[in-house]
């Protein structure tokens, strides 16, 4: 039972526009989410979290926003760089225990 | 590079054969993860070891166990291998723990079972 998902396999964009990723999650006792970026050939990297206490964190141009009552979490690139092309996984934990991912965005940023 | 090494990279086998999958820790960190990536599948969460001591335990099949070593090496060993089990398997490591936005990941080791 996938409890956090992504239901965008991949997304294309404009090099310059805005990124929007999504993901949602079934378990409303979650209360610590991340974004991570995986480069082909590489394993996943730290990009961005965010606790359940607020409703967005941003950090230089990545910005992630958490909607509780929609139990729905999103991350924005502004604006994208064709070096954000990678796939993207959230994932989602309760009280610091074993972490949820979803099975991941392929974002493709044109030039 | 997260200085998190995992080694093989790529290992091809039969089924019902067994593996066993190496993790070097970076320097310093006493937790190691270990994750399942299956095709179109998120990454799944297997075991975690804390300086030696299984710490968390996930959705880790009980043909595959894992280790670690006193040096905080980790080898996760898989047995009775299966088709399904065709997978990336991830290992991570931070310095102690629970939050994921500490874990290091390794580059990954390719299973393909035939």
């Known amino acids: 039972d996938q409890q956090v998902k992504q239901n965008s396999p991949s997304l294309s964009v404009q090099e310059g526009r805005i990124s929007i990723l999504n993901c949602d999650y079934t378990?409303?006792?979650?209360?610590?989410f991340l974004w991570y970026k995986k480069y082909p050939a590489e394993g996943p990297t730290f990009l961005i979290s965010i606790s359940s206490i607020k409703d967005k964190n941003e950090d230089g141009r990545f910005t992630v926003f958490l909607n509780k009552s929609a139990k729905h979490l999103s991350l924005h690139i502004v604006p994208s760089q064709p070096g954000d092309s990678a796939v993207y996984f959230c994932?989602?934990?309760?009280?610091?225990?074993?972490?949820?991912f979803g099975t991941g965005t392929s974002l493709t940023v044109i030039p | 590079d997260s200085g998190v090494t995992q080694t093989p990279k790529h290992l091809i086998t039969a089924t019902g054969q067994r593996v066993t999958l190496r993790c070097s820790p970076r320097?310093?960190?006493?937790?190691v993860y270990w994750y399942q990536q299956s095709l179109d599948q998120g990454l799944q969460f297997l075991i975690q070891y804390y300086n030696g001591e299984e710490r968390a335990k996930g959705n880790i099949l009980e043909r595959f166990s894992a280790q670690q070593f006193p040096d905080l090496h980790s080898e996760l060993n898989l047995s009775s291998l299966e088709l399904g089990d065709s997978a990336l398997y991830f290992c991570a490591s931070s310095v102690g723990g629970h939050r994921a936005n500490e874990q290091f990941f390794g580059p990954g080791t390719r299973l393909t079972v035939l």
């Open positions: 994932a989602a934990s309760e009280a610091g225990n074993q972490f949820y």
């Open positions: 378990n409303s006792m979650f209360d610590y």
């Open positions: 320097s310093g960190d006493l937790s």
